[in-house]
C-alpha cells in the first residue's frame, strides 16, 4: 500500500524512464548498503526448479529489459527474483532510440517502450560480469544473458553479430537468450523466420561454452510459426523458449485511444499480454511436451496468475511491467507464495 502510494503521488507524474533510472539506483544503492539482504528469501527445498542443468530456488525472475546493463543483478536476486535475464545486450554499444521512448499506461497496468536496445556493449557488460562473479560467487541468482542485433548491423550480417555477442558473454552468463522479438531494431522480427533463425541459432550454439541457449519470440507471430519455431528448438536441442516479447497490438485497451496514439511506435508490456502469453505457452507445451523448457513472461501480476502458468506447462515464469506498478517488493511476495 505504501508503495502505490508513494507511485500515485510521486512516480506516475515522473517521466517513465527517469523514474526507473532513479528506481534502479535507489536498488543499487541499498544492495551496496546491505538493505537489500533482508528481503532476501531464504531457500526451501520447496517450489525449487531444475531446468537446463541449472538449480532455481523459485520459479520467478525477472525479464530482460529491467537491468540491461547487468549494473543490480546481486540485488536484484536479494529482493526476491530467482534469476535475473538482463540486457538486451548487443556486440556494439548503443545509445538506443531517441526520447521520450518509455510509457505507462495506468489504467493497464502496461508499458509502452520504444527503447532500441540501449546498452554498453557486449566488452562492458561481460568485463562486469567477471567482476561480479569474482566478487559474490555463489552468493548471485541464476544470470542469464538475453542478446540482440546491433542496430548498426545490416539483418544480412546478423549472424555474425550474434556470434560475437555470444562470444564474449556465455562464459561468464548461466544461459544465453536470443533475442529476435524485439519490435524496436528494424528488421529484427523477420529474424523469427525459420530460414532466418536456424544459423543464428548454431552461431550462438558454437560460441556457448557449453551453456544453455534459449531462443525469446513474439507473441504477434502466428500460431503456426510459433509451433515452428518450436519445432526448431528440438531439432536444434536449444535448452527452451521465452514467450513472450512486447506486442504490437494495441487491442482491448482502457487507456485514451487518443493517448495512446499520440505515444507511438513501440512494445507493449504488461497486463493485456495475459491472454495471448497463455495461448503462445499452450502452443509450445503442446509441441516442446516436456523436451525443452518454456519460460513464460507477459502480463504476470500475481502469485497465483505465476502458478497458473506453470501448472499450463512453463518450467519458469519471469516478469517487468508488474514491478512499475506493485513495486520492489513484488517478486518476494510471488515467489513466497509460490514456495509455500
Known amino acids: 500500500m505504501l508503495y502505490r502510494f508513494i507511485f500515485r503521488v510521486f512516480f506516475a507524474r515522473m517521466d517513465a524512464e527517469l523514474a526507473h533510472h532513479i528506481g ?10 546491505g538493505v537489500t539482504k533482508f528481503a532476501r528469501l531464504k531457500p526451501t527445498g520447496r517450489g525449487a526448479v531444475q531446468a537446463f542443468g541449472l538449480h532455481f530456488d523459485a520459479p520467478f525472475g525477472v525479464a530482460a529489459g529491467f537491468d540491461k546493463n547487468a549494473v543490480a543483478i546481486k540485488a536484484l536476486g536479494d529482493i526476491g527474483f530467482s534469476h535475473v535475464e538482463v540486457g538486451t545486450v548487443t556486440a556494439i554499444a548503443q545509445s538506443g532510440n531517441d526520447k521520450p521512448r518509455l510509457f505507462r499506461l495506468v489504467s493497464d497496468r ?18 562486469r560480469l567477471a567482476k561480479l ?17 546491433s542496430r548498426v548491423v545490416e539483418v544480412e550480417s546478423a549472424v555474425d553479430d550474434y556470434r560475437t555477442s555470444a562470444r564474449l558473454l556465455a562464459p561468464l552468463a548461466d544461459y544465453i537468450a536470443v533475442n529476435v522479438s524485439s519490435p524496436n531494431t528494424p528488421g529484427l522480427r523477420s529474424l523469427q523466420s525459420v530460414e532466418s533463425l536456424r544459423p543464428i541459432l ?29 519445432d526448431l528448438a528440438l531439432e536444434l536441442g536449444l535448452a527452451g523458449v521465452i514467450a513472450t516479447n512486447t506486442t504490437i497490438s494495441r487491442e482491448n485497451l482502457l487507456a485514451d485511444p487518443d493517448k495512446v496514439t499520440a505515444i507511438g511506435a513501440g512494445g507493449l508490456s504488461g497486463a493485456p499480454l495475459k491472454q495471448r502469453s497463455k495461448e503462445v505457452l499452450a502452443l509450445l507445451h503442446s509441441r516442446l511436451d516436456g523436451k525443452a523448457a518454456i519460460i513464460s513472461v507477459g502480463g504476470i501480476e500475481t502469485g497465483s496468475e505465476a502458478a497458473e502458468r506453470l501448472a499450463a506447462g512453463a518450467t519458469l515464469v519471469q516478469g517487468y511491467s508488474g514491478f512499475i506498478f506493485f513495486g520492489p517488493l513484488w517478486a518476494r511476495a510471488i515467489n513466497r507464495e509460490l514456495t509455500r
Not at 562473479?133 to 542485433?149: Q, T
Open 24 to 33: 534502479m539506483t535507489a536498488i543499487r544503492v541499498a544492495g551496496a548498503l
Open 110 to 127: 502496461a508499458l509502452i517502450n520504444r527503447m532500441g536496445f540501449n546498452n554498453q556493449g557486449a566488452e562492458v557488460v561481460a568485463a
Open 133 to 149: 562473479r569474482e566478487r559474490h560467487g555463489s552468493k548471485l541468482p541464476v544470470i542469464g544473458v538475453n542478446i540482440g542485433k
Open 202 to 230: 548454431v552461431a550462438v550454439q558454437g560460441e556457448s561454452a557449453g551453456k544453455p541457449i534459449l531462443v525469446k519470440i513474439a507473441p504477434d507471430l502466428a500460431d503456426e510459426d510459433v509451433l515452428a519455431v518450436a
